[in-house]
């Protein structure tokens, strides 16, 4: 097996004519971990149903563990563990029980089902609750129960649809250093969908940033950053004076790939330290009043921003009023 | 093999919700006694109706009572459902290797144990107040199959609904539309030569008075067992038939999301 998670030129498209997927591609190495990342409504989560067998493509070629998807659903149910946006979590049954259903499921039973259960609710933090009925549970517990539910199977290949959104910041780090173990253990491979930019950095090895149903940059996060030499410098503006600021700037050497966003004027320098006074003596001269300067190595989403034309925030904000 | 594996776990995880909430029991039990009471109260002196051949009312309404009871409690089988759809047990459901079948056949199943109880309790009581079945338990054990037959159906309907529809308020409104109505037009209360000839028609297609001419022929005197057989049977191929659209409704389902 080459890849474990192969996708080929997805496409689909929603009643109403919304296009979730515009020739989606990606290839996951096995026994590594991969983000996908992208504001919502970017097609991520559409990607993990038709991976996961939940749903169909309209065009489009997809494999998992090699197995084809559209061809052995079966197959490939049985190689994954899929923990999905919503929670799948059965909450008026307890913990052991959702867990005990998964297994069977699975045609795990007796001894082994219980053993493996009762492995899971301790590694999980929930052997306490086990025999508590789930609707009990906090958020933080669901979505441990929700991950344990997935690995009852011990799947080669695991998919993570935004396990983390709605969780409290400090449930979070938790839950990053739970996945962080999870894709080191026996080389399993995990697919991780986020709209998180600290996620995607912090746990996957590589990552693809996915825009408008489209892998618009694929690496891994050191490589991507590093494709936007030098710094990163952000400007907050007093106000928002849009072409002042560019014509300001447009004979300034020292600085390239300037962009206005409201308040926040974006350009990146070889030398961020020697651009900032140059920059903002031009913006005085120009009559640009400026609160604030910060010099930054590459980010995530300065990488968004490259190649998507438009900051993660504001993308993240069109799809709300979308 | 597998599907009769997997269906027994699904049926064993509604039967233990069920079990969760002490106080739905007690109405699900508590609620074809008050139907029996009720009717068999307020429509006591119909039998004196010239042409009404029964010596009991309440002999003649039990069996239209388990029918009843099998229809009503199976038609809202597709609620839990879509409270399933809503929590996304059902999407983890189907990214697993269950049959499809078993998330179906489960929900039908446990539906089909509460109501055999309900029935049980419908036949004791209606032999206490007096009546009783010339067909014996034979003819009670044809009773109890033809309204498992019928609510299976009604069981499936729902729940193939369920996945279409995906709200709670539409298969609210769907099945408190054909309920009642079916009930009616059906000889459930009135024995069928006493109801207008227009709706004995009707009936003669409707899948309750189906059931409810079995069972009351197999508890009779004299059960017809030809009327018996060919009315169970027509409930046997429309009972396939909305099985095949429940399991189907899952593409649907999937197509949607």
Redesign the interface.
């Known amino acids: 097996m080459e890849t474990a998670i192969q996708a080929e030129s997805l496409v689909k498209t ?2 109403k004519g919304v296009t979730a997927l515009d020739g989606l591609s990606f290839a996951v190495a096995p026994g590594s971990v991969f983000a996908l990342l992208g504001p919502n409504g970017a097609g991520k989560s559409t990607a993990v ?1 038709i991976l ?5 493509p309209d065009a489009g070629h997809a494999t998992v563990a090699g197995i084809d998807v559209l061809a052995q659903p ?1 197959a490939v ?2 190689t ?1 563990g ?1 923990v ?10 307890t913990g052991r ?1 959702n867990l005990r ?2 297994g ?3 045609g795990i039973r007796g001894r082994a089902l219980e053993e493996r259960a009762q492995e899971l609710l301790e590694r999980f933090g929930l052997a306490d609750a086990a025999d508590r ?1 789930a609707r009990g549970y906090s958020g933080g517990m669901q979505r441990r129960l929700d991950i344990a ?1 997935a690995l009852v199977h011990d799947p080669a290949v695991l998919f993570l649809d935004e396990p983390t959104t709605g969780l409290d910041p400090e449930v979070r780090a938790d839950m990053w250093s739970e996945i962080g173990v999870l894709a080191r253990e026996r080389g399993k491979t995990v697919l991780l969908t986020t709209h998180y930019l600290e996620e995607a950095d912090q746990l996957a090895e590589r990552v693809a940033i996915v825009d408008r149903g489209q892998v618009v940059a694929e690496g891994t996060p050191d490589a991507l950053k590093r494709e936007l030499r030098g710094d990163a410098i952000h400007v907050d503006l007093e106000r928002e004076s849009n072409g002042r600021v560019t014509s300001a700037l447009a004979a300034l050497d020292a600085v390239r790939d300037v962009t206005v966003e409201g308040r926040v004027l974006r350009a990146r320098a070889d030398d961020g330290g020697r651009a900032v006074p140059l920059v903002l003596q031009a913006l005085e001269a120009g009559g640009v009043a400026v609160s604030s300067v910060r010099v930054a190595r590459p980010s995530l989403d300065d990488v968004y921003l490259k190649y998507t034309g438009r900051t993660f925030d504001a993308a993240e904000a069109e799809s709300d009023h979308s | 093999m597998t599907l009769i ?2 269906t027994l ?1 699904m049926t064993l ?1 509604h039967l ?2 069920l079990w ?1 909430q002490p106080w739905f029991v007690a109405v699900t039990l508590v609620q074809p006694v008050i139907w029996l009471l009720l009717f068999g109260a307020l429509f006591k002196r119909v039998i004196e109706i010239p042409g009404f051949h029964s010596h009991s009312y309440i002999a003649f309404l039990a069996p239209g009572v388990v029918v009843m009871t099998a229809m009503f409690n199976a038609a809202w089988s597709g609620m839990a459902l879509i409270d ?1 759809l809503n ?3 059902t ?8 049959r499809r079948e078993a998330l179906i056949a489960g929900r039908i199943l446990k539906e089909g144990v509460v109501v055999l109880i309900q029935s049980l309790i419908i036949v004791a009581l209606a032999l206490i107040d007096g009546a009783s079945f010339p067909g014996g338990v034979g003819g009670v054990a044809v009773l109890f199959a033809v309204s498992a037959l019928l609510g299976s159906t009604f069981g499936a309907l729902s729940n193939g609904f369920a996945l279409i529809m995906r709200q709670e308020e539409a298969l609210i409104g769907a099945t408190q539309f054909i309920l009642l109505p079916l009930t009616f037009l059906s000889s459930t209360f009135l024995a069928a030569n006493l109801i207008p000839r227009w709706m004995q028609h009707v009936a003669d297609f409707n899948p309750v008075n189906w059931a409810v001419v079995a069972g009351r022929t197999a508890t009779s005197a004299s059960p017809d067992w030809g009327l018996a057989a060919s009315r169970a049977g027509f409930l046997a191929v429309l009972l396939m038939v909305c099985l095949a659209f429940a399991t189907n409704a899952f593409r649907s389902y ?4």
């Open positions: 929603y009643p149903k996961t067998t939940l749903t169909t079966d149910r049985r994954i899929v999905a946006q919503g929670s799948g979590v059965d909450i008026q049954a029980e259903l998964q069977q499921i699975h009925v539910m | 594996r997997h776990y995880r233990r919700e969760r399933d929590r996304g047990v999407a983890r459901f189907l990214v697993s290797p269950v999937q197509r949607s999301v």
